[in-house]
């Protein structure tokens, strides 16, 4: 589907990454998890395209959403300078790294800006009342990089089933989560049952590779894994 729209709302998540809204069209029906391209246009009237997960879930029916951080890149620095009426193109949903309740058991591997996905996906879970059990491991640089932290940690209120977890590589002396990257002790610890989870991972392609080659170490079946890269993560 495509359509031509206006910017609704902007939400800034964290110092440097931006959630962007849009009245959702009746007939826009899409999974958590699955993408759409966008289309702006910079100061010059030039049209710019990239492709976003979206970052909503489709629970939330008045708006659609996609979240950005951004980098200083030409397109970052035209999506900053946006404001609520500017004009949009939305062209979607793509993408089949969804996830409706197939599996009783996932564990979500995700770093970074990587987490929309993930977040659209443990929101339509809380929303739908689905008896999946979420285990969700979270990796950041510092404190201040962790993008729907407090949306994640209100849904752990409204859903006994997800566990949200926090790890970062630059903690300070207050910080009293996890420390450094996802490893297999993390794994073991916080995800007991490993073996019978489907995963599902998304990130920056180096964080990816480095979850399957970490999920085969486990021995976890190819099957049981699904993933998603950003090529322009950054």
């Known amino acids: 589907m495509k359509f031509e729209t206006q910017v609704k709302g902007i939400i800034q998540r964290t110092y440097n990454v931006k959630s962007f809204r849009f009245p959702r069209p ?12 966008i289309s702006i246009k910079n100061a010059k009237g030039e049209t710019l395209k990239k492709h976003f997960t979206i970052s909503s879930s489709p629970t939330e029916t008045d708006h659609l959403e996609f979240t950005k951080k951004l980098t200083g890149s030409t397109f970052s620095d035209t999506l900053n ?72 940690e209100q849904m752990q209120t409204e859903n006994k089933n997800l566990k949200a977890v926090f790890t970062i590589s630059e903690p300070t002396s207050t ?30 392609p180096s964080m990816v590779e480095a979850m399957k080659n970490l999920l085969k170490k486990l021995k976890i079946p190819r099957k049981q894994i699904k993933t998603e890269d950003f090529p322009g993560y950054e």
Not at 26 to 37: H, S
Not at 82 to 95: E, F
Not at 100 to 118: A, D, N, Q, R
Not at 175 to 191: A, F, L, N, S, V
């Open 175 to 204: 910080w009293k989560g996890h420390t450094g990257r996802i490893d297999e002790e993390m794994i073991k610890q916080e995800i007991r049952d490993y073996a019978e989870r489907t995963f599902y991972t998304c990130g920056p």
């Open 26 to 37: 009746q007939n826009f029906d899409y999974l958590p998890g699955q993408f759409m391209f």
């Open 81 to 152: 300078s946006m404001k609520s009426g500017d004009w949009t193109k939305i062209d979607g949903p793509n993408g089949d790294f969804t996830f409706t309740g197939e599996h009783p058991k996932i564990g979500l591997l995700s770093g970074g800006i990587g987490i929309t996905p993930l977040r659209s996906i443990c929101k339509y879970c809380t929303d739908k009342k689905l008896g999946t059990d979420i285990v969700l491991l979270y990796g950041n640089r510092t404190e201040q990089d962790i993008v729907f932290r407090e949306d994640l």
